[in-house]
Nanobody, 122 residues
Framework: QVQLVESGGGLVQAGGSLRLSCAAS????????MGWFRQAPGKEREFVAA????????DYADSLKGRFTISRTNPKNTVYLQMNSLKPEDTAIYYC???????????????WGQGTQVTVSS
């Protein structure tokens, strides 16, 4: 089992940046592909980004390409989401997730963190 704890969320002005971190427990971190999802009030959870077990392959929601970057540091059991040029519509709870295979849908993810709130003011 993997436990995931997100951090790094907060309030930022439009145009600013944030880096989210997700720390995973256990010694099996490298057996999981990782992903970030987000859920805005009144909306369904949506895919943000994914990264393969070794970090060599990434994928992004089309609307976020060029602004968000996912990365991972396996010795530290941590995955990151660098978010630049933030917009008010990026406001959401951001969740970290672990999947046995490279996943871009919530249904494919086995473990979830509790989420971290990101609020972008205009």
């Amino acid at each position: 089992q993997v436990q995931l704890v997100e951090s790094g969320g907060g309030l930022v002005q439009a145009g600013g940046s944030l880096r989210l971190s997700c720390a995973a427990s256990g010694r099996t971190f490298t057996t999981y592909a990782m992903g970030w999802f987000r859920q805005a009030p009144g909306k369904e959870r949506e895919f943000v980004a994914a990264i393969s077990r070794g970090g060599g392959m990434t994928d992004y929601a089309d609307s976020l390409k060029g602004r968000f970057t996912i990365s991972r540091t396996n010795p530290k059991n941590t995955v990151y989401l660098q978010m630049n040029s933030l917009k008010p519509e990026d406001t959401a709870i951001y969740y970290c997730a672990a999947a046995t295979g490279f996943a871009s849908t919530a249904n494919e993810c086995r473990y979830w963190g509790q989420g971290t709130q990101v609020t972008v003011s205009s």
